[in-house]
């Protein structure tokens, strides 16, 4: 048996030679969908992360519309009286690619680098080509839509626009908005397509925030309505055809699909019946067993077809070969998540006034653990930040300790406003914000949170605390239940450090103090949370060998500072760095700059920003950290010759 494997791609001939063979339409687009999604597979194994199970639930529709129904490739991808397709969801993201690549709008290297730097993004970006908008937090779809549909009246241009939304994403109160306006303001060229496949990140819709009657609320606000089969492409092709008759309303089509369509044991309803009812292809890539079981599943199906229909079997071409089993970083490392879930627990006991509040994120999150141990305390409100946020306010109003979780890009921003209003009533909250930071940099800029601590650090009565490690992240989440008297935002990081920083033997987690990882002379580097710590010791380490002396500073405490011990920390250092893992402006830096101008004793110090200019770059950890110049060797290259070079974005 071989120790290795090939990811390999269907290349673009073999899409043009099926595309261009006498045969039945729908069998050609059921070909063309898995071969499609044969490139899915490949692409997301490939990146090593990626959301399968949305891609293969929507490529019959998207196959359909570009292959059959939509006039986008026949007039150009940039003319005005086009058809615009694009993803509200943006999970579909990889098969979307896929698609693209098939019809030669795509090209190859920019397919086969899914979330590599200079490759293709994990959700939607308008730089890629064949990308009319981008994906952000979910429920903005809709109303871009809207947007551009307008927009072609305004300008007297032809084509319709479609969007597409997921099931889950129906929870956002932005959807309910738009659906509302868009018959009020009589606009009759937009074609919403609903992939219902019914289960959200882990779990079936129903369990987290049930739809009900879908079609009833679509036509409670005007809209025209169907409904089919999402794999059915004669029943797809005859409910586009009367949406064209329809002039007067916006469209709408609740499309049943299955979640991982096309590769068995990945599908929506025999997945849930092998994984104690969670799914588990809706992100990440799958195990070498698993990627070679669906691809064989894949080209077996594709080949028997083509068999049929006397043509050629499927040809391909090896992109990558590796080794079985290579041992992932995050097999190895530890991750904060995972101590502050267990922490969440702990505590949890003996503060029965603890409430856990979800936005469906509940395992990327760490929750798991908490939703078992107190079902009673663990409320799950769906894809639905604001309505969560406001939620934990009244909680918080009638004596109850709220603590809120969700991606720090979304609860941040997304509900900042029910964070301020919460905020002013004077109330213990703690909000959660996980995901923090550039990294991981594959799902792009809409998931990477770099002004959290600016929107937090606005607010008077609010703490701002990001951990290195597991002891920290416990003794955080205990410091902000107990000892808070106001509200606090902690920030984890999702993905392990590549090493496991460790505190000293004495290290007091105290409110303002951080702590020495490593000691100098020569300058002072200070950072937080795993990621940058680990980029700070690597340049100390660097630095080191040259005959530099960097000393290295955890500071966990991102808007709080005691000046004493600051002070003491720099000592006699006479150049301050501070590496931001967030945008420049806002972050730990601002705030210790406001200490230092004010100390008699520091503000004569050389000091400098390390932080993430411009939009974050989309790419593998390394790749992004480098074109950022904020990577180990880029750091002690930016110390050594005293900070000056211009950063990368």
């Not at 601002?590 to 230092?596: A, E, G, K, P, R």
Request: charged share 25%.
């Amino acid at each position: 048996m071989s120790n290795t494997y090939d990811i390999k791609l269907v290349p673009l001939a073999e899409f043009q030679r099926v595309r261009g063979a006498e045969i039945d339409k729908y069998a050609k687009l059921q070909l063309l969908a898995d071969m499609c999604r044969a490139n899915t597979l490949a692409t997301v194994k490939r990146a090593g992360s990626g959301h399968l199970g949305s891609s293969l639930s929507s490529l019959d529709i998207v196959t359909l519309l570009y292959n059959l129904e939509m006039n986008t490739v026949k007039l150009g991808v940039k003319h005005p009286d086009r058809d615009i397709y694009f993803s509200s969801k943006g999970h579909d993201a990889p098969g979307f690619y896929a698609v693209l690549y098939s019809l030669g709008l795509l090209g190859e290297e920019k397919l086969i680098n899914l979330r590599r730097l200079g490759g293709t993004h994990g959700h939607p970006d308008v730089s890629i080509p064949g990308i009319e908008a981008n994906s952000g937090s979910l429920g903005m779809g809709i109303s871009k839509a809207k947007g551009m549909a307008i927009a072609k009246t305004i300008n007297g241009w032809k084509g319709n626009v479609f969007v597409m939304t997921g099931d889950g994403e129906l929870q956002e109160g932005q959807i309910w908005e738009s659906l509302q306006t868009a018959m009020h303001q009589k606009i009759t060229n937009i074609n919403v397509i609903v992939d219902y496949n019914k289960i959200q990140t882990d779990k079936p819709v129903k369990n987290i925030i049930d739809l009900g009657d879908l079609e009833n609320k679509f036509e409670a606000f005007g809209w025209y309505v169907e409904r089919c089969d999402g794999h059915n492409f004669a029943e797809l092709e005859s409910v586009f055809a009367r949406f064209k008759m329809i002039k007067d309303r916006p469209k709408a089509l609740i499309a049943d699909t299955i979640k991982g369509k096309g590769i068995s044991f990945m599908e929506g309803p025999e997945s849930l019946k092998k994984s104690s009812g969670l799914y588990q292809w809706h992100s990440g890539a799958p195990d070498d067993e698993s990627f070679e079981l669906g691809y064989a599943e894949l080209t077996e199906k594709i080949n028997a077809q083509l068999a049929k229909l006397k043509m050629p079997s499927l040809a391909s071409k090896t992109i990558e070969t590796r080794e079985k089993g290579r041992v992932k970083l995050k097999d190895v490392a530890e991750k904060v998540v995972t101590a502050y879930g267990e922490a969440l627990v702990e505590i949890a006991k003996e503060r029965k006034d603890i409430i856990v509040l979800d936005a469906d994120l509940a395992s990327d999150c760490g929750l798991r653990p908490f939703e078992y141990a107190f079902p009673d305390r663990f409320i799950e409100n769906g894809i639905a930040e604001q309505d969560m946020v406001s939620a934990a306010g009244g909680l918080a109003l009638q004596g109850f300790l709220p603590i809120v979780n969700s991606f720090g890009v979304f609860l941040a921003s997304r509900a900042n406003e029910q964070i301020y209003t919460n905020a002013t009533e004077r109330t213990k909250i703690i909000y959660v914000c996980h995901y923090a930071g550039v990294i991981p940099a594959g799902p792009g800029k809409s998931h990477q949170s770099l002004r959290d601590i600016s929107l937090f650090n606005a607010l008077p009565n609010c703490t701002i605390i990001e951990p290195c490690n597991a002891i920290e992240t416990k003794a955080a989440l205990e410091w902000c239940v107990i000892e808070a008297k106001e509200n606090c935002m902690m920030r984890l990081a999702i993905s392990p450090s590549p090493r496991t920083i460790t505190l000293p033997d004495n290290y007091d987690f105290s409110c303002g103090k951080g702590s020495i990882l490593k000691h100098g002379k020569d300058a002072v580097i200070i950072g937080y949370g795993p990621v940058m710590l680990n980029e700070a010791l690597k340049a100390a380490e660097l630095l080191e060998v040259k005959g530099f002396s960097l000393k290295v500073i955890n500071m966990p405490w991102l808007n709080k500072t005691d000046a004493v011990w600051l002070e003491k920390a720099i000592g006699n250092c006479p150049a301050v760095y501070v590496l931001e893992n967030h945008a420049p402006r806002g972050g730990l830096g601002d705030s210790l700059l406001n200490v230092i101008i004010a100390s008699k004793t520091l503000r004569t110090k050389q000091f400098t920003k390390f932080a993430i200019e411009g939009y974050p770059a989309c790419g593998t950890p390394f790749e992004t950290l480098k074109y950022h110049k904020l990577d180990g060797d880029s750091v002690a290259d930016r110390i050594s010759r005293g900070g000056k070079i211009k950063p990368a974005g």
